[in-house]
């Protein structure tokens, strides 16, 4: 079975800070990877790298068919049509959900449909209003996102990047800034996901989701890829030493 | 004791030293002061050409005649031509001397002597036009005349002309060689030294109208008011007048019967002259005149400053996002030139602006009319600082704004079209509202580019009756008037399209007295 995902040999550098040194792993369809690790140690970089926000140096990503690795030959404008194709691919959901708020619940899910993938108000209008209802928003498509809790905005940010139908989606700490209550209705919506075969990539700190739902883990420190294993070895045992401290430090 | 003695002693300095002021001013000659404009003034009053720190002309020779017939110095007060009866009204100089016609509105304001010259006034247009050979011929046509002159009145009176008015001759004249305008109306001695010199300009038509010179006294200075007329007629008749004008070669057949007139007229009619001068308005008729100073302000002024202030917003808003994003997101080079724009255009003064584009550009060949280069001036000038709002506001936006846009798919552009921008416009209306009400009220610059707006009608009505208190307070109040209901709008678009929605709600309610969904908290 050939990966979705495949990462090769990623490295970035910060001015003097080294932020990946060397980062390979692969994930495949239908799988749930969470990416764990100490702040700073470059986990949300390396989630970043992925979708083109953040540039790497060297190395190579291939989502699907598409290959994006650094060359420095090519011009900007060809680098922007590079950065896009790989975006279509791909979509993300940030730790401070980044909805437009200028727009309604509904309106953000059909921007970018509109917009990029020049689809008529009406599809895209149809199918902002499918994902809605599956994160459970169908009652709040006119409001604002300032009238929403986070949990709310959140699940919101999530349809509107599968608006898009992407083939991964990636998560950089999705529940991080939401009250502990609120934490459990957007991890729903992510093991929901999961069972219906989305390719997902989670930054978290979520230990338990992590090892509930996960297929695999991977645990960075430093900028590298400590260990990446199945959350029982993971979790019952680790073989890295960093490993075992981290975990440690969560229970 | 010693107290005592300080204080007599201080007594004794200020008597001798009050003393010795007025036993100087009692023997010195006294000055006769006279205030006129030598500001492109030939032939009346005008920096010498060969010797620019002297000031010549043919009312210098009469203010040096009278002098001596007075037994007073002249002294030249140099003052703005059509504020010359303001000034002599606030005692900056005894007399004003400078081409001023005895007209029966000024007359309600100051006296007039007698009159020391007659002449006409001279339409000039360039050689090739053939279609004006009369004031009737002016209709539906440009023409240019100095501000507030009795040239003006009679040009506002014949109707129907598009009225061009100067601070100075000498740019009308120039405007009219290259073809702004199609026509000058002045008095005959201001055509003579003006036009005649410039090759592609020739007179056009019969002599119009007569036009009356006389000095201007104050009303309470009855004394001096009978000394001048005796000496001008005294002038008259030594032939010493005659003199001067044929000197400047002024001397003409109506001045020639005027004096001829008035130095054979009994005393008596001097007399009656005098008193006719000398009327005041009563309250009531006061209040009349501002009643009726109301519709012209606003229906010949406050058009056109709002057209004005409009249009030239609009520009300004327009290419002032232009400037801001080509700054924030364009390559270095042009980055760099959006920046030196904003800077140039910020850091010197609008007036200048407006002089350069309205009397420079036609130099290079591009000749906007007045309206156009009024918006024009205004919306470059203001692009800058609605430039600078636009930047602060962009970059007001969160980082994750742009991210989330561009994971989605979007290219930059795309991202501040929809995602950016729309944004920004939200949090800059506060500071553009500003802007346009500052702009709004610079729009009364434009009227030095012969526009005629509100303070141009302001400036009118106040040189015409010579009040700048009444008329300015009313004009100022209907900037204030028509200022408001933009403040509101802004308000009203602010709250609107504020992203907290509970402020909307409020917002619509007190617009539509609607109520919308309930909020929750």
Known sequence: MSALISVENLRKKFGHIVALRGISFEVAASELTVIIGPSGCGKSTLLRCLNGLELFDSGRVRIGDFT??????????ELQVQLRHLREEVGMVFQSFNLFPHLTVLENAVLAPMVVKKLDRQTAERRARELLAKVGLSDRLDYYPSQLSGGQQQRAAIARALAMSPKVMLYDEPTSSLDPSLVGEVLNIMRKLDDEGMTQVVVTHEMRFARDVADKILFLDDGELVESASPEEIFSAPRDERTREFLRSFL | MEQMSARLGLLTLLLVVGLAGLSASADEPQELRWGGDSEGGAPYVFQDPKNPRDIIGFEVDLAEALGERLKRRPVFVQNQWDGLIPGLQRGNYDIAMNGLEITEDRKQEINFTLPYYVTTLQ??????????????????RKVGTLKYSLAQRVLEREGGIQIRTYDGVINSYHDLANGRLDAVLNDYPIAIYYSRPIPKLKFAGPPIEMVLYGIGVRKED??????????????????ELRRIYEKWGLWNLETEKLFAQLTAAPAQALEDYTRS???KLSWRDRLWQYLSYVPILLFRGAPMTLLISVLGMALAIAFGLILALVNLYAPRPLAWASRAYIELFRGTPLLIQLYLIFYGLPSVGIRLDPLAAAIVGLGLNYAAYEAENYRAGIQAIPRGQMEAALSLGMTRAQALQHVIVPQALRIVIPPVTNDFIALFKDSSVVSVITMVELTKVYGQLASTYYDYIGVGILTAAIYFLMGLPFVRLARWAEARMATDKRVVVVARRRWFGVGAKPVEG
């Open chain 1, 68 to 77: 994006f690795e650094r060359n420095n030959g090519i011009s900007h404008r």
């Open chain 2, 123 to 140: 339409i000039s247009v360039r050689v090739e036009e053939k279609g004006i050979n009369s004031l009737a011929d002016l209709k539906g």
């Open chain 2, 222 to 239: 009855a004394a001096l008011l009978a000394r001048l007329n005796q000496a001008l007629l005294d002038l008259m008749k030594s032939g």
């Open chain 2, 277 to 279: 001068v000398t009327r």
